[in-house]
């Protein structure tokens, strides 16, 4: 299988991912779910499943046996699996899908297109596995403006370590964060009958540290950012972070914002 760069910053602490993007997961999966629509009896993929929200969410509805996944990191397909004894779960990357031509009736994939090493072919994949007339789906974050966790983030470091942090602001990295982006990557693979739009999410934290704690453990671009700084530098980015989401003293909650494309094989 193709080693794939995007996935180096989810292999380790699948427990910090829960906290960290897995809690936004049912709520960004029943909306995703909601805005392109899942047939009854279809049998259905969800590519780059991480610890599997998705996968769960379209499991509910289809149950288990229709529902197959993967995901390149093998911790995640683990705990996928765990969740899922009788999904097929495997570990695989997008770009090299290890199904026949038309097998499903659907594709997802949540959160993950941006982490594609090669997105078109990642998503031409999504699109030979997905009989003609199928649904092919996914969602991104909108990193620039509605993703306020995420923004906060990188607005609070260009504030502490201007230099440092510049190069890795997701909302100038992260490609296919924008609308126009996903649905241009759908129409360039060929998909037909595009259509796209905003999901909202709201998630609740128990307090701060609740929402900073899987930053210095190095989860995700934002996290593995944070890791690289000394523990001196983390308490100030932290203080920082605080203040931007208005020092919350206990429970709180934040909104997200991702933006979604749907087209047919
Ligand atoms: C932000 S997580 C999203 C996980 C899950 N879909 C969710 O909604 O919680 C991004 C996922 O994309 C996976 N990933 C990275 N590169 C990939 C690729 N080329 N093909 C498939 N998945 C990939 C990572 O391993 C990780 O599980």
Redesign the pocket.
Known sequence: MTE?E??AT?RAATDMYGRF??RY?PG?SAALIDAVGVEPDSRVL??????G??ATALAEILGQENVAA????PP?VSVCRARLPTADVRVA???ELPFPDGFFDGGFA???VN???DAER?VGEMKRVVKPGGTVAACTWDYRDGMTMIRAYWDAAHEVVPDESAQFDEGKTMRYAMLEELTGLWRTVGLQDVAGGELSVTVGYDDFEDLWAPFPTGI?PAGAFCASLDPEQQQILRAALSRRLGDPEGPFELSARAWYAVGRA
């Open positions: 794939v995007g996935a989810f993007i897995g997961a960004l969800d590519v780059g499943c991480g610890p929200g998705l993967v995901d390149p990191s995640f990357a997008a770009e949540q959160l993950v982490f594609m090493t990642g995700g």
